[in-house]
């Protein structure tokens, strides 16, 4: 295969991994599809664990943490999980949804290569998107009532 063909995978047999969207220093992340009986498909991001890290005891664990945890926050202002699964090379995936935008480091190059500042008004509706979402995962709860916050 060669072009973009040349980075599809098919992961736990439903995932399509298909082009990358960024790397952080933990994981890679994918933009990609799950797809389901007769011919259902929807865009998912895939985080997929570095190689490098799968032997290290304590990255992993940080990591099926970071998958337990998310499937717990339900709030529009949070990514949300969808799976977690791992591959035949012993590599784990978080599997989430795609939002489709502008992430903050791009829309932050953007306005810096322009010598310009994000206006005070979109600054402040990020800002608050955000503790939003803090908000909801400080104020967790389990299903008995008992606060769980993550934070």
Not at 25 to 30: D, L, Q, R, S, T
Not at 50 to 67: C, G, I, N, T, Y
Not at 114 to 136: K, N
Request: with cysteine.
């Amino acid at each position: 295969m060669k072009g973009r063909d040349a980075d599809k995978q098919l992961i736990a047999g439903k995932y399509e991994r298909m082009e990358r969207a960024g790397e952080g220093g933990m994981a890679v992340v994918w933009r990609g599809a799950m797809h389901g009986a007769a011919g259902f498909s929807r865009p998912v991001a895939l985080k997929q664990m570095k190689a490098e890290l799968r032997d290290q005891d304590r990255e992993v664990a940080m990591f099926v943490e970071e998958a337990r945890l998310g499937s717990c926050l339900l709030h529009p202002n949070i990514l949300q999980v969808l799976d977690f699964v791992d591959d035949d090379q012993g590599l784990y995936w978080l599997v989430t949804e795609w939002v489709e935008g502008v992430d903050l480091a791009s829309l932050l190059r953007y306005y810096h290569s322009r010598h310009e500042r994000i206006p005070w008004p979109f600054a402040a509706f990020i800002g608050i998107g955000c503790l939003r979402g803090l908000a909801a995962a400080h104020e967790r709860h389990a299903p008995d009532g008992t606060p769980v916050p993550v934070i």
